[in-house]
């Protein structure tokens, strides 16, 4: 055997599920000689010809089998059989995804990331299709929020004309929508499994601490989302930082009230988890800055750095707060890094990229000294409110406790975490970071009158 066939061997079998099937799809077989050959297996051995066609990149064989499924021949029944068997199968597809810890925002912004926005299009209306099997009250709210945010919802009349509604919409011709399929289907099916961070659809239980608290959480984000908005509109750098302290301050502030509501409550809330996506370029230094807003929040991270994306743990609205602030953050530090314009080294060859990473990496540090200090100085303040508020006095066994917690819940669904330094390689770009975020004013003291 050659070494060519050999190694299209290996990948054959790496890229074939158990059983030789997608998912646990196999043909159907013990029926009488005549029934043996039905369409729908046809279509799946087609399909798991393609997947490890894609996964080998023997490009010849997965445009001759793409053009099976394009044109319905073969035995596969047609183009309108094609198009059930392969609306079942995306379906099914994620209902494993769904039971291997995948949430909907996860799926799409992968198969985004992976392929582009249509792709991801497709990836929000399979999604939308194969949530109808569920009852509203066995989905958990932070799934149902995930659905709204994705605008999955079922805007085509019957499923075996799905694919040819999505294709017409998207102006594709047969055989550029069985590829583009045949590509969210690749994504499917090479997801590894993640951590499970919420109950999949269908088991779910609505209620908790959490969605009792859900209306003033709301109030308190719509406070830090206002003043975030100003700083990101001002064009005056230590304007935009006030704006950002302030948001921090209510942040802590908040946190603190709910900590100490949740002790004395019957119920406590539990630490969760939620997954932002990182986006290119800078992936590492946007991540150091996320971990950086997270841990002034008393929230930990952690960087699936092959699946774009952070894993961020703590108390519920402590991950709302530390989204929201991050967002703002990264958007003005961007701005911040872009106005210091291009570079070039001394022989006159480009230097921005060096100089833009470790601009961002000494951003993302000096940010995290300042939150974590005004996150210090609103916990300093309440200790000394204590004696005001006799439900307070047990502040900081509180706040401790919770920090426990929420290390035992990385402890519980993370195993073998591996640290990774990050470099920096220009000094220019580590001092103008720096001085970036100097520029900040992060006092939490400080205050804006209109807002308090």
């Given at each position: 055997m050659s070494s060519k066939n050999r190694e299209r061997r290996k990948a054959k079998q790496k890229a074939r599920p158990a059983g030789g099937s997608v998912f646990g799809l196999t043909e159907e077989r013990g029926r009488p000689a005549e029934q043996r050959v039905h369409p729908a297996d046809v279509v799946v051995r087609l399909v798991n010809d393609s997947l490890v066609a894609l996964y080998a990149k023997d490009e010849a064989t997965a445009q001759r089998r793409c053009a099976m499924l394009a044109d319905g021949s073969g035995g596969t029944g047609g183009p309108r059989s094609v198009d059930a068997a392969l609306t079942m199968l995306l379906q099914r597809m994620l209902t494993l995804l769904w039971q291997?810890?995948?949430?909907?925002?996860?799926?799409?912004?992968?198969?985004?990331?992976?392929?582009?926005?249509?792709?991801?299009?497709?990836?929000?209306?399979?999604?939308?299709?194969?949530?109808?099997?569920?009852?509203?009250?066995?989905?958990?709210?932070?799934?149902?929020?995930?659905?709204?945010?994705?605008?999955?919802?079922?805007?085509?009349?019957?499923?075996?004309?799905?694919?040819?509604?999505?294709?017409?919409?998207?102006?594709?011709?047969?055989?550029?929508?069985?590829?583009?399929?045949?590509?969210?289907?690749?994504?499917?099916?090479?997801?590894?499994?993640?951590?499970?961070?919420?109950?999949?659809?269908?088991?779910?239980?609505?209620?908790?601490?959490?969605?009792?608290?859900?209306?003033?959480?709301?109030?308190?984000?719509?406070?830090?989302?206002?003043?975030?908005?100003?700083?990101?509109?001002?064009?005056?750098?230590?304007?935009?930082?006030?704006?950002?302290?302030?948001?921090?301050?209510?942040?802590?502030?908040?946190?603190?009230?709910?900590?100490?509501?949740?002790?004395?409550?019957?119920?406590?809330?539990?630490?969760?988890?939620?997954?932002?996506?990182?986006?290119?370029?800078?992936?590492?230094?946007?991540?150091?800055?996320?971990?950086?807003?997270?841990?002034?929040?008393?929230?930990?991270?952690?960087?699936?750095?092959?699946?774009?994306?952070?894993?961020?743990?703590?108390?519920?609205?402590?991950?709302?707060?530390?989204?929201?602030?991050?967002?703002?953050l990264l958007v003005q530090a961007t701005g911040a890094m872009v106005a210091a314009g291009s570079r070039r080294d001394a022989y006159g060859r480009s230097s921005t990229r060096s100089f833009r990473q470790s601009f961002l990496t000494a951003y993302a540090q000096r940010i995290g000294e300042r939150l974590t200090a005004a996150t210090e100085d609103v916990t300093e303040q309440a200790g000394r409110d204590a004696a005001d508020r006799p439900a307070a006095k047990g502040l900081l066994p509180v706040l401790a406790s919770r920090e426990a917690k929420v290390g035992a819940f990385v402890d519980e669904i993370f195993s073998g975490l591996v640290s990774k330094p990050v470099t920096v390689s220009n000094r220019e770009g580590w001092e103008s970071g720096r001085a970036a975020a100097d520029r900040a004013h992060l006092n939490a003291r400080r205050s804006i009158a209109t807002e308090s």
């Open positions: 291997q810890g995948w949430q909907p925002a996860d799926v799409f912004r992968l198969v985004q990331r992976r392929h582009g926005a249509r792709h991801g299009r497709l990836a929000v209306d399979v999604i939308a299709a194969e949530m109808r099997v569920y009852g509203a009250a066995t989905v958990d709210e932070r799934w149902e929020a995930q659905l709204g945010e994705l605008g999955a919802t079922v805007w085509w009349e019957r499923d075996d004309q799905f694919l040819s509604a999505f294709g017409e919409r998207e102006g594709l011709d047969r055989t550029a929508l069985i590829r583009c399929v045949l590509e969210v289907m690749f994504v499917f099916n090479s997801c590894p499994a993640v951590q499970k961070l919420c109950p999949p659809p269908g088991k779910a239980r609505r209620g908790s601490l959490v969605a009792t608290a859900a209306q003033g959480h709301a109030r308190q984000l719509d406070r830090v989302r206002a003043l975030l908005a100003k700083a990101e509109s001002t064009s005056f750098a230590e304007e935009a930082e006030t704006y950002s302290a302030k948001a921090q301050e209510l942040m802590a502030r908040y946190s603190i009230d709910y900590a100490l509501l949740s002790a004395g409550a019957a119920r406590h809330d539990e630490p969760a988890g939620r997954r932002i996506g990182i986006d290119n370029p800078y992936e590492a230094q946007k991540s150091l800055l996320l971990g950086a807003v997270a841990g002034a929040n008393r929230c930990r991270t952690v960087w699936s750095e092959d699946l774009g994306f952070v894993t961020v743990l703590g108390f519920p609205f402590d991950l709302d707060g530390v989204e929201l602030l991050f967002t703002s």
